[in-house]
């Protein structure tokens, strides 16, 4: 069951960093108006929204923010856009793989910017399906592992998060130092954070992403930099919401680079 991804552990750390940059709000925004837009304005019978106003109070991006953006995406609200998503897929040094997630109101903006920011950091695009096949659609919560119960310090520990959502559908757990990364089929994530709920566990995100079924290692610190650099890069454009990729970078390398 358990396992180590180097991935998720950067991509914790990276959104801890973001976060303190503010970089996060726009996007957590975005994914509360488009929630809203595709299952109502309720969170109580819509799961996705539930899930993204968490997340967005996790970072705390104020409560009228989130009120406004739930209020554009439901149509209660005027001033609300129409976004689509747009997956594009690229390839960076070494081969790695990325998955680029975009959730725009102008189609030709968004593949001009990746494509620019792709080329510029090192990397080439790839053609539909070349890169998708290489990732599986899976439910994804992040728990954090000091909580408290009963007003008291509480560290979580994987045999509590096992016995908690085994049975919910949890089937891989990975320890990202300050936290756990449990994962899910897709259709259970709600299932999983349902149970997590109710065994007393607060969770800090849950929803669905892509997970690489076939990691590259990159041992080389220049090399894990470059990929860092394009991953950066093309997350950092406004229209992007995610990036996946399939890099299996070492620990010692991650310290190296962070030093």
């Known amino acids: 069951?358990?396992?180590?991804?180097?991935?998720?552990?950067t991509k914790h750390k990276k959104a801890a960093i973001d976060a303190k940059r503010g970089k996060l709000f726009a996007k957590l925004i975005k994914n509360i108006e488009i929630a809203a837009k595709m299952g109502g304005p309720d969170p109580a019978g819509n799961p996705t929204l539930y899930d993204a106003i968490q997340k967005a109070k996790k970072q705390s991006v104020p409560n009228k923010n989130i009120d406004s953006a739930v209020k554009r995406g439901g149509g209660l609200e005027?001033?609300?856009?129409?976004?689509?998503?747009?997956?594009?897929?690229?390839?960076?040094?070494q081969g790695v793989a990325l998955l680029v997630e975009c959730l725009t109101d102008n189609r030709n903006r968004a593949a001009m910017e990746v494509r620019t920011a792709?080329?510029?950091?090192g990397g080439t695009m790839a053609d539909p399906g070349s890169v998708s096949r290489l990732f599986t659609r899976k439910g994804v919560v992040v728990v954090e592992k000091n909580q408290e119960r009963g007003g008291k310090p509480w560290e979580i520990g994987e045999d509590d998060i096992l016995e908690a959502t085994l049975d919910a559908g949890a089937e891989e757990?990975?320890?990202?130092?300050?936290?756990?990364?449990?994962?899910?089929?897709?259709?259970?994530?709600?299932?999983?954070?349902?149970?997590?709920q109710a065994a007393g566990i607060d969770?800090?995100?849950?929803?669905?992403?892509?997970?690489?079924?076939?990691?590259?290692?990159?041992?080389?610190?220049?090399?894990a930099g470059k990929v860092f650099r394009l991953v950066d890069a093309v997350d950092d454009l406004d229209d992007v919401q995610n990036v996946f990729t399939n890099a299996d970078i070492p620990d010692e390398v991650l310290d190296a680079i962070e030093a």
Do not use: C
Not at 118 to 121: D, E, K, Q, W
Not at 173 to 196: K, M, N, P, W, Y
Not at 203 to 222: G, H, N
């Open 1 to 9: 069951m358990s396992g180590h991804s180097k991935w998720a552990t």
């Open 173 to 196: 757990v990975s320890d990202l130092g300050d936290g756990f990364e449990i994962q899910s089929e897709a259709a259970d994530v709600v299932a999983v954070r349902t149970a997590l």
């Open 78 to 93: 005027s001033g609300g856009v129409d976004y689509e998503t747009i997956m594009y897929e690229a390839y960076g040094p």
């Open 203 to 223: 969770y800090d995100s849950a929803e669905v992403q892509f997970v690489a079924t076939l990691d590259i290692p990159v041992a080389e610190t220049d090399v």
């Open 118 to 121: 792709v080329t510029r950091n």
